[in-house]
């Protein structure tokens, strides 16, 4: 396994696979598909954030016409982080990081009250992403997000 040690490299690939979604007028469930992983995870790693599994990495690249350097590169180990170090600006990740500036300090509070110290991992974790219906008209997203939890341990 490599690693990516130039984001602008996971990016540019990103922005050609995105290029690619559209111009084939694929859904990302499909992408996930044919890699054989979560349609979250997938997502995630075609647009940087992730290595994908050799036979997943060709099998995205041949559906998405990127070529066989593209499924080496899906490969590597990236530097992950796709928000600059700086306050988001697009709104729906802008959202996100009100919710953590509202209710950061309570997800703390209560992790650490019923778990301990320590942390959710990002690495054993599962996300998920749901549209269910409001019952006062709309819909709602339902976001899930489960990582295991790390004590810290003293040394």
């Not at 696979?17 to 995870?41: D, P, Q, Y």
């Not at 995630?44 to 990127?66: I, N, T, Y």
Request: net charge negative.
């Amino acid at each position: 396994m490599h690693a990516q040690f130039d984001p602008a490299a996971r990016a540019a690939l990103a922005a050609r696979a995105v290029e690619a979604k559209i111009r084939k007028n694929l859904t990302w469930e499909e992408i996930a598909e044919a890699a054989g992983l979560s349609t979250v995870f997938t997502t995630a790693a075609v647009l940087g954030q992730h290595p994908l599994p050799a036979e997943s990495a060709k099998a995205v690249a041949a559906l998405l016409d990127l070529g066989d350097d593209a499924a080496l590169q899906l490969q590597t180990v990236p530097m992950r982080g796709s928000i600059p170090d700086r306050v988001p600006t697009d709104p729906t990740i802008y959202r996100f990081y009100e919710i953590l500036q509202v209710y950061g300090t309570t997800l703390k509070a209560l992790i650490h009250e019923q778990f301990g110290d320590g942390i959710i991992s990002a690495i054993n974790f599962k996300l998920d992403v749901k549209k269910v219906p409001d019952p006062e008209g709309g819909e709602r997203a339902v976001i899930t997000l489960d990582g295991k939890y790390l004590p810290t341990k003293p040394f």
